[in-house]
């Protein structure tokens, strides 16, 4: 424990500076006055913006118009917006319509208070609308899809790159019946622009049939070629020295197609070709003619 002596010379050491203690006072006054000229400033400051902090404050109560020039266009705005649809609007077409008539009736309503160019309405779904010219023209822009009723209803192009394509489309057409002797390909060609070489018919390639036959009794009908439903080509030649009848599918008489004496004669064979039995009549007994068939 220290003794008394030791507290006495430790106390002896210790020296006050009245200079020291009036410098450092001073640094704090001079501080203080610095604080209190910021703070004076400050005071100013706000007392200069507290009316327009009172007005923002007030607009933000009462609502605040959006008007003037910005530095954009468009406002960006958070939250919902009411709109009022004012007094001259008929809210009633502002109501969901769901069925044809009424939404007819509500576009009318709007178009009605359009002036000026009409109304352009997209519809972005709904269902089938009836649309009518009332008697006049219709001008549709954009692409028009049509459905084809049936295939028999339709005039239609028809490009295949083979035969047996080509023969699969018409059989299409033709109502999924096989092209054949009783169901033959119907084909139109326009003969104009770039249609002229558009198509390439064929002739049917095959053997053919030749009778030779005579009238027997005179004045007297006699079938001269029996009916055929798959015949495509037909030729009649009057190889005697007497004029004949011919007639297609009944008896023959003076009254029906003439083919004339010595080499006289007719040829079916594009077009249309008759499948009835072929009936012959000749003033004559055992005049001779010529059939050709295939």
Same mark, same amino acid.
């Given at each position: 424990?220290?003794?008394?002596?030791?507290?006495?010379?430790?106390?002896?050491?210790?020296?006050?500076?009245?200079?020291?203690?009036?410098?450092?006072?001073?640094?704090?006054?001079?501080?203080?006055?610095?604080?209190?000229?910021?703070?004076?400033?400050?005071?100013?400051?706000?007392?200069?913006?507290?009316?327009?902090?009172?007005?923002?404050?007030?607009?933000?109560?009462?609502?605040?118009?959006?008007?003037?020039?910005?530095?954009?266009?468009?406002?960006?705005?958070?939250?919902?917006?009411t709109a009022n649809a004012g007094t001259n609007l008929n809210t009633s077409a502002l109501a969901l319509e769901t069925t044809a008539t009424s939404i007819k009736t509500a576009v009318?309503?709007?178009?009605?208070?359009?002036?000026?160019?009409?109304?352009?309405?997209?519809?972005?779904?709904?269902? =089938?609308?009836? #649309?009518?010219?009332?008697? !006049? @023209?219709? +001008?549709?822009?954009?692409?028009? *899809? %049509?459905?084809?009723? /049936?295939?028999?209803?339709?005039?239609?192009?028809?490009?295949?790159?083979?035969?047996?394509?080509?023969?699969?489309?018409?059989?299409?057409?033709?109502?999924?019946?096989?092209?054949?002797?009783?169901?033959?390909?119907?084909?139109?060609?326009?003969?104009?622009?770039?249609?002229?070489? =558009?198509?390439? #018919?064929?002739?049917?390639? !095959? @053997?053919? +049939?030749?009778?030779?036959?005579? *009238? %027997?009794?005179?004045? /007297?009908?006699?079938?001269?070629?029996?009916?055929?439903?798959?015949?495509?080509?037909?030729?009649?030649?009057?190889?005697?020295?007497?004029?004949?009848?011919?007639?297609?599918?009944?008896?023959?008489?003076?009254?029906?197609?003439?083919?004339?004496?010595?080499?006289?004669?007719?040829?079916?064979?594009?077009?249309?070709?008759?499948?009835?039995?072929?009936?012959?009549?000749?003033?004559?007994?055992?005049?001779?003619?010529?059939?050709?068939?295939?």
């Amino acid at each position: 424990m220290p003794s008394n002596k030791d507290f006495y010379d430790a106390l002896k050491n210790i020296s006050l500076s009245a200079d020291n203690v009036n410098l450092n006072v001073d640094q704090v006054e001079t501080k203080l006055d610095t604080a209190n000229g910021i703070l004076t400033t400050l005071s100013t400051d706000i007392a200069l913006i507290k009316p327009d902090v009172d007005d923002i404050r007030a607009d933000l109560a009462n609502g605040v118009a959006v008007t003037g020039t910005f530095y954009q266009a468009t406002q960006p705005v958070s939250g919902t917006v009411t709109a009022n649809a004012g007094t001259n609007l008929n809210t009633s077409a502002l109501a969901l319509e769901t069925t044809a008539t009424s939404i007819k009736t509500a576009v009318e309503i709007l178009d009605n208070a359009i002036s000026g160019n009409e109304m352009q309405v997209d519809i972005v779904s709904s269902a =089938a609308i009836p #649309v009518t010219d009332n008697g !006049g @023209t219709l +001008t549709v822009d954009g692409t028009v *899809t %049509a459905a084809q009723a /049936t295939a028999a209803n339709l005039n239609a192009t028809v490009v295949q790159s083979t035969a047996t394509n080509l023969r699969t489309q018409a059989e299409s057409y033709q109502g999924g019946t096989a092209v054949g002797s009783g169901n033959p390909l119907q084909v139109t060609l326009a003969n104009t622009g770039a249609n002229t070489t =558009a198509l390439r #018919v064929e002739p049917k390639n !095959g @053997t053919v +049939t030749s009778t030779t036959g005579d *009238t %027997a009794t005179a004045n /007297t009908s006699k079938e001269a070629l029996a009916s055929s439903s798959s015949r495509r080509y037909l030729l009649i030649q009057n190889i005697s020295d007497t004029d004949m009848y011919f007639n297609f599918g009944a008896t023959a008489t003076t009254s029906n197609m003439l083919i004339t004496k010595n080499g006289g004669g007719i040829v079916f064979e594009s077009g249309y070709v008759p499948t009835d039995a072929v009936n012959v009549i000749c003033s004559g007994a055992d005049k001779k003619y010529f059939i050709l068939s295939a």
